[in-house]
């Protein structure tokens, strides 16, 4: 039998589920298979079909929730774009830089070893000029950045910083934390590894937060 509404409120040992606890659940394992889905066999390649059997849910239920796949694609490359972001959210011209700036890397570094496919799916994305994500990128993104700037130059005439030019410092951090995820095979290469290991994430970020600390003048 195929669902293609939030029929199931039980689960299979008898708890109760609400219908938002089903929706938010599924959603969450569309998404998580739509990323897998798209990273191997991009965009083009990649069907409803395959999402589905991925998600281990009927085609029709992957429908229900996302009415086509351009519109779960977009979904997904927006659930990263804002994961990334939540690590700034909360900057003022009040916060402290160190605190703020050195959380920011480390939870940029996090989410590059522990959800690398996200990072390879927007990688891929931008190389093929963003043409999925071009509004999102012009304005919410842009606007996103601007009010991160604007604070950073305000602790620069704070003298709370060294950073004169504070969009080059964002575009630094993204692109040294990112890498570990786009590229990680070279990386591991390079470590002369099969794979990650537990302290290669603590290993980047000794090296990383010293490092772009002390070029904004945080000793």
């Known amino acids: 039998m195929t669902f293609t509404t939030d029929d199931l409120s039980t689960l299979d040992n008898g708890t109760h589920r609400s219908q ?74 009040d916060s402290d830089p160190k605190t703020v700036i050195e959380k920011f890397v480390r939870t940029k570094l996090h989410q590059a070893f522990a959800h690398p496919n996200r990072h390879k799916l927007f990688a891929l994305e931008v190389i093929g000029g963003a043409p999925h994500l071009h509004d999102f990128m012009s304005h919410t993104m842009q606007d996103w950045a601007l009010d991160k700037v604007e604070v950073m130059k305000t602790w620069h005439q704070q003298g709370k910083i060294g950073i004169k030019d504070p969009l080059q410092l964002l575009i630094l951090i993204w692109a040294t934390t990112q890498r570990y995820a786009e590229f990680e095979t070279e990386i591991v290469g390079l470590l002369q590894k099969q794979a990650y290991e537990e302290n290669d994430e603590a290993r980047a970020a000794e090296f990383l937060i010293p490092f772009i600390l002390r070029g904004c003048g945080l000793e």
Do not use: C
């Not at 798209?38 to 281990?56: C, E, H, N, P």
């Open 20 to 93: 938002q606890d089903i929706r938010a659940h599924n959603q969450a394992v569309i998404l998580k298979a739509a990323e897998e889905e798209f990273v191997l066999k991009s965009f083009r390649g990649a069907t409803m079909q395959g999402i589905a059997d991925r998600a281990g849910l009927p085609k029709a239920n992957v429908h229900y929730y996302f009415k086509n796949k351009k519109n779960l694609y977009e979904k997904v490359l927006r659930a990263i774009i804002e994961e990334w972001n939540e690590g700034l959210v909360t900057m003022t011209v």
